[in-house]
């Protein structure tokens, strides 16, 4: 059984920069990709960017890209999402998913869910 934990969420000014974890335990196989989603208040949960555990291919949203950048390091199963110039926009509860995804931009290609880190961006 694959279980995912974030870590790294906390409040920040508009303009600065945190880095979420996301720690993966249990068998990560190479078809896997683990993906970066949050969820506002009052709107629905939005894709942001995946990285395939194989190759390292990532994917972004166009909202996010060239602000964040999803990495990963294999050696520690952890992925990590590093959110620069952060708006006040960007709070949300941010999750991360572990899954065997094809597009990698969807909810349902993903299997396995953290409980989720709330990240505040003030103004």
């Known amino acids: 059984q694959v279980r995912v934990v974030e870590s790294g969420g906390g409040l920040v000014q508009a303009g600065g920069s945190l880095r979420l974890s996301c720690a993966a335990f249990g068998p990560m196989f190479s078809t896997y990709a683990t993906g970066w989603f949050r969820q506002a208040p009052g709107k629905e949960r939005e894709f942001l960017a995946a990285?395939?555990?194989?190759?390292?291919?990532?994917y972004y949203a166009d909202s996010v890209k060239g602000r964040f950048t999803i990495s990963r390091d294999n050696a520690k199963n952890t992925v990590y999402l590093q959110m620069n110039s952060l708006k006040p926009e960007d709070t949300a509860v941010y999750y991360c998913?572990?899954?065997?995804?094809?597009?990698?931009?969807?909810?349902?290609?993903?299997?396995?869910w953290g409980q989720g880190t709330q990240v505040t961006v003030s103004s």
């Open positions: 990285i395939r555990w194989s190759f390292g291919m990532t």
């Open positions: 998913a572990a899954g065997p995804c094809s597009t990698c931009h969807r909810e349902n290609e993903f299997d396995y």
